[in-house]
């Protein structure tokens, strides 16, 4: 459990035996946890004393029932603050504040791009997130541009208009454009691309995601295809392959969200290949047992995830 849930189940417990009569003993028997450890969350201690021993850390599945017993439910989202999330965090930056293009390759599924990639979208103002799709043609980015920057038009308007209107907004500084999933784009996308590209150039950052996009757009220059060897003279300055999912990031996930059992461990890194599954088991460990305050065992891990 991160801090700033912590620290939010610390201020609702306080309102809770604030504005409720019944005493803290009464709190610990609903919640099924010591008396002393709803004494010392309330106080914002999250460190537990055992006599002549060195203090460990309250459990998560403390936390969990306390908030459970006062009302309080969380909608549990792992984050895993991993090298990959953290290189394209700081590709994102470097995109938007220096107005630059960023070419991204994934080289496989699950590598915490999307997610990361979104995150940093929803948390930072005039990043316009787009996630491509093999149906989508350059008159769906324009519409879709158009509906992001919410620029609204009277009568008919051709698309060379409606790219004057969306370069108009891009030239305002601060903005980054993401565009993910681009190697399932129909080919007309690149000639939309090269547009705002060109009319975007040094004011407005620019990103094109995706899985082998480095060698798409090589081999499109190389091969004198229609706009390649544009694109990729732009693009090619900063590239950023994502490393390929190894066990410890398993052994590291399982370390932040609370999860040490050994032989857990073990069965989940026989299993998991990519961040996408671990974030799926870690949610579920933690929905199904820590947040019902159920040991995290082999046993119950098996039982949990028995094939359906």
């Given at each position: 459990?991160?801090?700033?849930?912590?620290?939010?189940?610390?201020?609702?417990?306080?309102?809770?035996?604030k504005?409720?009569?019944?005493?803290?003993?009464?709190?610990?028997?609903?919640?099924?946890?010591s008396s002393?450890?709803?004494?010392?969350?309330?106080?914002?201690?999250?460190m537990?004393?055992?006599?002549?021993?060195?203090?460990?850390?309250?459990?998560?599945?403390?936390?969990?029932?306390?908030?459970?017993?006062?009302?309080?439910?969380?909608?549990?989202?792992?984050?895993?603050?991993?090298?990959n999330?953290?290189?394209?965090?700081?590709?994102?930056?470097?995109?938007?504040?220096?107005?630059?293009?960023?070419?991204?390759?994934?080289?496989?599924?699950?590598?915490?791009?999307?997610?990361?990639?979104?995150k940093?979208?929803?948390?930072?103002?005039?990043?316009?997130?787009?996630?491509?799709t093999?149906?989508?043609?350059?008159?769906?980015?324009?519409?879709?541009?158009?509906?992001?920057?919410?620029?609204?038009?009277?009568?008919?308007?051709?698309?060379?208009?409606?790219?004057?209107?969306?370069?108009?907004q891009?030239?305002?500084?601060?903005?980054?454009?993401?565009?993910?999933?681009?190697?399932?784009?129909?080919?007309?996308?690149?000639?939309?691309?090269?547009?705002?590209?060109d009319?975007?150039?040094?004011?407005?950052?620019?990103?094109?995601?995706?899985?082998?996009?480095?060698q798409?757009?090589?081999?499109?220059?190389?091969?004198?295809?229609?706009?390649?060897?544009?694109?990729?003279?732009?693009?090619?300055?900063?590239?950023?392959?994502?490393?390929?999912?190894?066990?410890?990031?398993?052994?590291?996930?399982?370390?932040?969200?609370?999860?040490?059992?050994?032989?857990?461990?073990?069965?989940?890194?026989?299993?998991?290949?990519?961040?996408?599954?671990?974030?799926?088991?870690?949610?579920?460990?933690?929905?199904?047992?820590?947040?019902?305050?159920?040991?995290?065992s082999?046993?119950?891990?098996?039982?949990?995830?028995?094939?359906?």
């Amino acid at each position: 459990m991160k801090k700033e849930q912590k620290e939010l189940i610390t201020a609702k417990l306080k309102e809770w035996i604030k504005s409720n009569s019944s005493s803290q003993a009464q709190l610990a028997k609903k919640a099924d946890v010591s008396s002393a450890y709803i004494s010392k969350i309330a106080s914002g201690i999250y460190m537990y004393e055992n006599s002549g021993r060195e203090a460990t850390p309250i459990s998560d599945q403390v936390f969990y029932k306390i908030a459970d017993a006062i009302g309080l439910r969380f909608d549990f989202e792992p984050h895993f603050n991993s090298d990959n999330f953290q290189r394209l965090t700081t590709a994102c930056k470097f995109a938007q504040f220096n107005h630059r293009r960023v070419l991204i390759d994934s080289r496989d599924s699950g590598l915490c791009k999307t997610y990361s990639l979104e995150k940093y979208a929803s948390e930072n103002k005039n990043v316009l997130y787009i996630k491509c799709t093999s149906l989508m043609k350059g008159r769906d980015l324009i519409q879709l541009l158009l509906d992001k920057l919410n620029i609204r038009f009277e009568g008919r308007t051709t698309n060379t208009e409606k790219l004057a209107m969306i370069t108009e907004q891009l030239l305002k500084p601060g903005y980054l454009i993401i565009l993910d999933e681009f190697e399932n784009v129909a080919p007309d996308m690149f000639r939309v691309l090269k547009d705002i590209e060109d009319s975007t150039y040094q004011r407005c950052g620019l990103m094109v995601c995706g899985m082998g996009i480095t060698q798409d757009l090589e081999s499109a220059s190389k091969n004198k295809k229609k706009l390649g060897p544009q694109l990729w003279r732009r693009f090619r300055v900063n590239r950023i392959k994502l490393g390929l999912y190894k066990k410890e990031y398993t052994i590291s996930g399982c370390a932040e969200y609370g999860i040490t059992n050994g032989k857990v461990v073990t069965w989940l890194c026989e299993r998991v290949t990519d961040y996408a599954m671990l974030s799926e088991y870690v949610k579920d460990i933690h929905t199904h047992l820590i947040g019902e305050g159920k040991d995290v065992s082999l046993d119950n891990i098996e039982a949990l995830f028995q094939p359906l």
